[in-house]
């Protein structure tokens, strides 16, 4: 089992940048898919991008193609999202997870543990 502990919200104006962590507990981080996932308000979570166990495959949301980058730290259990050019429209409660598999996943379907999520909040 793994507890996932997202930081790094906040409130950013559009065209700025944030950058996300998520910190795993458990010594087993480097065998799990990892993926970061948005909710925004009165929508269903929505796929944001996702990295495999290694860290060799990763995909993207079009719609954050380009601007966001996925990367993960093994040795220091640690997901990151760097988020660029940020609009209003990524505003949502970000989440990271973890799926067993260790692959890179789009699907909420495939993740086994979800952190509490960071609001990220972006002005226009």
């Known amino acids: 089992q793994v507890q996932l502990v997202e930081s790094g919200g906040g409130l950013v104006q559009a065209g700025g940048s944030l950058r996300l962590s998520c910190s795993a507990s458990?010594?087993?981080?480097?065998?799990?898919?990892m993926g970061w996932f948005r909710q925004a308000p009165g929508k269903g979570r929505e796929f944001v991008a996702a990295?495999?166990?290694?860290?060799?495959?990763?995909y993207y949301a079009d719609s954050v193609k380009g601007r966001f980058t996925i990367s993960r730290d093994n040795a220091k259990t640690t997901l990151y999202l760097q988020m660029s050019s940020l609009k209003p429209e990524d505003t949502a409660v970000y989440y990271c997870?973890?799926?067993?598999?260790?692959?890179?996943?789009?699907?909420?379907?495939?993740?086994?543990?979800w952190g509490q999520g960071t609001q990220v909040t972006v002005s226009s």
């Open positions: 990295i495999s166990y290694s860290g060799r495959n990763t």
């Open positions: 997870a973890a799926g067993n598999y260790g692959w890179a996943s789009t699907r909420v379907t495939d993740y086994n543990y």
């Open positions: 458990g010594r087993t981080f480097s065998s799990y898919g």
